[in-house]
């Protein structure tokens, strides 16, 4: 079986990525090209039920639990937004719940994100951080009952 990187590892991963970049509009650019990336979530999931609350675009977020690990995904209308949960997603899937649940997302600030975001993306990115470690929360209290 395969190791399963420490969320910490991730972090470090990306903060090495955004270092290679010398200005914000390269490191803007990247984050528009993960977005691009992120494969698109099946309309079956784009309900309101999956939306997060307090974002500006429209963002979708759905996880499932497998063998004790959570995955996530998500899709947006907006391609920076996506490339920003695409990150999330990179550092948290395939995580269990504590260690979802226990996680600062360091890499945020060490990027340097909370202070080149527009207030209205930052709390849409704490709110997608949120609704994330909620579904962990959730996870964890059904695999105790």
């Known amino acids: 079986m ?3 990187q ?7 991963e990306i ?3 955004f270092s290679l970049f010398d200005n914000w509009e390269d490191k803007y650019e990247y984050i528009i090209d993960l977005g691009k ?8 999931y784009k309900i ?7 974002c500006q675009s429209q963002v979708w977020l759905t996880a499932n ?9 998500a899709d947006s209308d907006a391609v920076i937004v996506k490339g920003l949960v695409s990150m999330l997603i990179r550092v948290l ?12 997302l360091d890499f945020v600030n060490k990027i340097g994100m909370t202070n080149h975001l527009a207030q209205t993306r930052s709390n849409g990115l ?4 949120k609704q994330m470690k909620n579904y962990a929360l959730a996870y964890k209290i059904k695999q105790q009952s």
């Open 93 to 104: 899937s395939g995580h269990t719940p504590q260690e979802i649940i226990d996680t600062k």
């Open 37 to 44: 990336k992120l494969k698109p979530l099946s309309a079956e």
């Open 6 to 12: 420490t969320i910490q590892e991730t972090e470090e």
């Open 2 to 4: 395969e190791a399963v």
């Open 126 to 129: 704490l709110s997608m951080v």
């Open 15 to 17: 903060t090495d990525e």
């Open 65 to 73: 639990e497998d063998d004790g690990r959570i995955y996530f995904k």
């Open 48 to 54: 309101d039920i999956n939306k997060i609350k307090g």
